[in-house]
């Protein structure tokens, strides 16, 4: 989550080196073709990676009026795939407690259910947004070559600890929000001596953790990589990053955006440049990230864009706004619209944990019972009525 996207303009040394680049690729020297995988089914679900700690504090989810697994109510409404973010080594204050053995339990959870996971990296100890890459503590010291080196090591253990309780991940995003690069200072963008340096050691970094996500793959898994960039309204924000991302040969399969109206603009602007990157890259395309309120009350003060957000701030307002996203992912050009995330589903006001937007933008009421908006992902019309 973040909405402070950086698009940087490109130097004239820096448009040099990426058109010497770009012609190597073009001659078959580092090429970055798309996998050759089919297109991804229709995938579609939501964050979930704060419900345990919530349940923790007392949080119940209910359907029909009975208490029950939230993931269970979100499953029986059409959610097949549940994204967990993974801190390095996290305080424990609040919702930051996503260490390896908690993100571990959430995992066997969302996979008894039926789901798949996405696993989300943030190589950080905290919140890893486009503001905000902070390296862990234990990694601060590294050089540029040590710390290449530890993030494919640990990106491995992280993916051999899954595998060892038999969970596989659908998808893998290698860190979150990365707009200006992530593992900062080394790893940033903006502040190298100049963008050709930023970009050199961002992707060095970014294509260790890529390594270290395909490293104990056995043949017949299909796990694919995730990368992800915040400004889903900006057709070209997306081409800037997504173009550095081809030109330095970076190897990756789905491009993942964030959308929120009141950062990211209309909805028009999003559905733009779904069709532009679907065919500029040929990758599929997800909305990883992406919530709108049910009701007024904790959004307010984050929200500057109040013009672009046109869907009545209600329970069938969110709902609406969730179908037309997930209707303008769908049609993106060549079916390359791959699923739709929504952003904190479960975050329900319990005592002594913050609410993000002060719960207005879950997909649950205060009482724990679900929303209409719940229930979008559902296959057909009278499932959904029945899922309300």
């Known amino acids: 989550m973040g909405h402070t996207g950086i698009r940087k303009p490109v130097s004239s040394m820096a448009r040099s080196w990426m058109a010497a680049l770009l012609l190597l690729a073009a001659c078959g020297g580092g090429t970055n073709a798309p996998s050759d995988d089919a297109p991804l089914p229709p995938l579609r679900g939501a964050d979930i990676s704060a419900l345990e700690r919530i349940e923790q504090a007392g949080g119940v989810f209910r359907d029909g009026g009975t208490a029950g697994d939230a993931i269970g109510i979100l499953r029986a409404r059409g959610s097949n795939l549940f994204r967990l973010r993974l801190f390095v080594n996290p305080s424990g204050a609040e919702v930051e407690v996503n ?3 908690y993100t571990v339990r959430m995992a066997e959870r969302v996979a008894a259910s039926g789901a798949g996971v996405l696993l989300d990296l943030h190589y950080s100890d905290t919140w890893a947004d486009p ?22 090591r640990y990106t491995a253990d992280v993916m051999a600890r899954l595998r060892q309780v038999g969970v596989v991940p659908e998808i893998v995003q290698v860190g979150n929000e990365v707009d200006d690069g992530m593992l900062w200072p080394l790893g940033r963008i903006s502040t190298a001596p ?9 992707t060095r970094l970014l294509k260790a953790g890529i390594r270290g996500v395909r490293a104990g793959l056995l043949p017949g898994d299909s796990v694919r990589v995730l990368l992800h960039y915040s400004q889903g309204g900006s057709r070209g924000g997306t ?15 789905v491009i993942g955006l964030s959308y929120y109206p009141w950062w990211h603009g209309t909805l028009a602007g999003l559905q733009a440049n779904l069709e532009a990157s679907a065919g500029r890259y040929g990758r599929d395309i997800m909305v ?19 013009a672009a957000m046109t869907w009545a701030i209600s329970r069938e307002g969110q709902a609406k706004f969730l179908r037309d996203v997930a209707n303008a992912v769908a049609t993106t050009p060549g079916g390359r619209g791959a699923g739709v995330v929504w952003w904190y589903p479960e975050s329900i006001q319990v005592s002594g944990l913050f609410a993000w937007g002060g719960g207005s933008l879950a997909w649950f009421a205060p009482d724990g019972t679900p929303l209409p908006a719940a229930a979008e992902f559902a296959p057909d019309e009278a499932l959904r009525e029945a899922g309300r």
């Not at 081409?239 to 081809?246: C, N, Q, R, S």
């Open 131 to 152: 503001g905000r890459q902070l390296t862990p503590a234990a990694w601060a010291a590294l050089g540029l070559d040590s710390l290449e080196a530890e993030v494919e």
């Open 194 to 202: 100049d963008t050709v340096i930023g970009w050199q050691q961002f």
């Open 99 to 101: 260490d390896l053995e």
């Open 239 to 253: 081409k800037w990053f997504f173009d550095h991302i081809e030109a330095y040969g970076v190897p990756y399969d």
């Open 288 to 306: 990883v990230e992406t919530a709108y309120p049910w009701r007024i009350g904790g959004w307010e003060g984050m929200a500057p864009n109040r």
